[in-house]
């Protein structure tokens, strides 16, 4: 069973920082795109940042040169770091991830984490 577990969310000021991780655990093949979505109350899940397996990132146009996405390919880990946070951050931050499983070695899977709170308030 593969599942991805978020830690890092919290009450942050503005301005402040957070960072947000993320872990790939279970019978794990290989792991291709990873990457941070958020979802405000009341509104759709956008994508954050995503690095592929390559290393080469993408951003929210909302939150380039403020957030950087790194992964490490030997722990199975991606990261968010988060700095110069604004209101306008609070959401739900989830994990995503395409991974093949032993399992199921042929073909990738989307995988969701099960989300951890950003909130940045004053």
């Known amino acids: 069973q593969v599942q991805l577990v978020e830690s890092g969310g919290g009450l942050v000021q503005p301005g402040g920082s957070l960072r947000l991780s993320c872990v790939a655990s279970?019978?794990?093949?290989?792991?291709?795109?990873m990457g941070w979505y958020r979802q405000a109350p009341g509104k759709e899940r956008e994508l954050v940042a995503g690095i592929t397996g390559g290393g080469s990132t993408n951003y929210a146009d909302s939150v380039k040169g403020r957030f950087t996405v790194s992964r490490d390919m030997v722990q199975n880990t991606v990261s968010l770091q988060m700095n110069s946070l604004k209101f306008e951050d609070t959401a739900v931050y989830y994990c995503?991830?395409?991974?093949?499983?032993?399992?199921?070695?042929?073909?990738?899977?989307?995988?969701w984490g099960q989300g951890t709170q950003v909130t940045v308030s004053s």
């Open positions: 995503n991830a395409d991974i093949r499983s032993l399992a199921s070695s042929s073909r990738y899977y989307n995988y």
């Open positions: 279970g019978r794990i093949f290989s792991i291709n795109a």
